[in-house]
């Protein structure tokens, strides 16, 4: 890692500018993230974690739900928010002709839709596209909830998403979106790791400070406009004092994964590296420094492998630090899906 850090020093300027940041990377050899931070750094080999999918719910015609977000419990019951998209809606199934949702559970097993919980903007704002891929905050007695979204109209090859933020009184409702949104926006500049988009948004606190982890999707260009960077996705890090900002990037790769999931240990921060990666539970004890400790089993059955989840974490929730022992995830007939973690250890 301290290569790493050398490396960004020698090539990277580092602008901030109000609630939104940039990053400026001065790359005159044309540094490419994908051969910096190669697969396998500081590896360690380990025993497999398995995955166990337990029940599907849901599910149902015409309807795409995904990207569950990690789960909460508030006054005994058990909340999740997730992406729903219509088969009406241009786009469908993706992800950004989305909107917001949750749902509430007594059990962690059987879940009850509540309704839409946040919108899309209009077209003239730059949520207009659909808002997307959430994730839940509780902190000092209200409730904060990052979302994607990208300004309408929607062009996959070129579109590059933002990461914003609504806040409430209660997990319930109602969501007051920031007017300084968004509070995280790509970098600029060719090869920057988080260039193309950022989105999974994922919150750690330590004390006095909000971590706002993130997947980063690295940009190039092509005839002048922005390009997503092949399959080259990073988590990332930003932090700030509070929820609302202004968040500050730590503008160095933590480690490859297409998702943001991350939570507190007893003796460190743990992360899942799942998609466009090889598959790992990476460990940090600094919050940023992740080594890969031991893969990821996500083939559950033949046509169903563990993807977009979102897990219970006992450090959301005021609980004995530990690792996750349950989540949620998307399931093959469009609907979501509980899974077990099986640590073997």
Avoid at 255 to 264: C, D, F, K, S
């Amino acid at each position: 890692m301290k290569i790493l850090i050398q490396l960004y020093l020698l090539f990277n300027t580092t602008v901030l500018f109000s609630q939104k940041v940039a990053l400026i990377y001065n790359n005159p050899d044309n540094l490419n993230w994908s051969s910096v931070l190669q697969e396998g750094f500081l590896e360690q080999k380990g025993i497999p974690v398995e995955f166990k999918v337990t029940n599907l719910f849901l599910s149902s015609p015409g309807v795409m739900r995904r990207d569950p977000i990690d789960i909460i419990k508030v006054n005994g019951e058990y909340y999740m928010w997730y992406t729903k998209v219509s088969k009406d809606h241009k786009g469908y199934p993706e992800g950004w002709a989305g909107t917001i949702w949750y749902a509430k559970s007594k059990d962690g097993k059987h879940w009850q839709e509540q309704g839409q919980a946040l919108d899309k903007g209009s077209t003239d704002d730059w949520d207009g596209t659909g808002v997307y891929t959430p994730n839940i905050l509780h902190y000092k007695g209200k409730y904060y909830l990052a979302y994607t979204a990208m300004p309408y109209p929607f062009v996959r090859k070129h579109s590059q998403a933002q990461i914003g933020m609504a806040v409430a009184d209660s997990p319930d409702g109602p969501w007051l979106k920031y007017i300084t949104n968004p509070v995280l926006s790509p970098g600029v500049g060719l090869n920057s790791p988080d260039g193309f988009l950022v989105d999974d948004a994922a919150f750690l606190v330590e004390e006095q400070k909000v971590y706002l982890y993130y997947k980063g999707f690295a940009r190039h260009e092509k005839e002048g406009k922005p390009i997503r960077g092949g399959k080259n996705t990073f988590l990332m890090r930003a932090e700030a004092l509070t929820p609302d900002g202004p968040f500050v990037k730590h503008p160095v790769p933590l480690h490859r994964g297409h998702e943001a999931v991350v939570w507190l240990e007893k003796d460190g921060v743990g992360s899942f590296g799942t998609g466009w990666s090889k598959y790992k539970y990476y460990k940090s004890d600094e919050y940023f420094n992740f080594n890969g400790v031991r893969p990821l089993n996500l083939m559950v059955e033949p046509k169903f492998k563990i993807r977009a989840i979102g897990v219970y974490r006992p450090d959301l929730n005021g609980e004995q630090l530990s690792r996750p022992s349950w989540g949620i995830c998307m399931a093959p007939n469009k609907g979501l899906a509980r899974f077990e973690i099986i640590w073997n250890n």
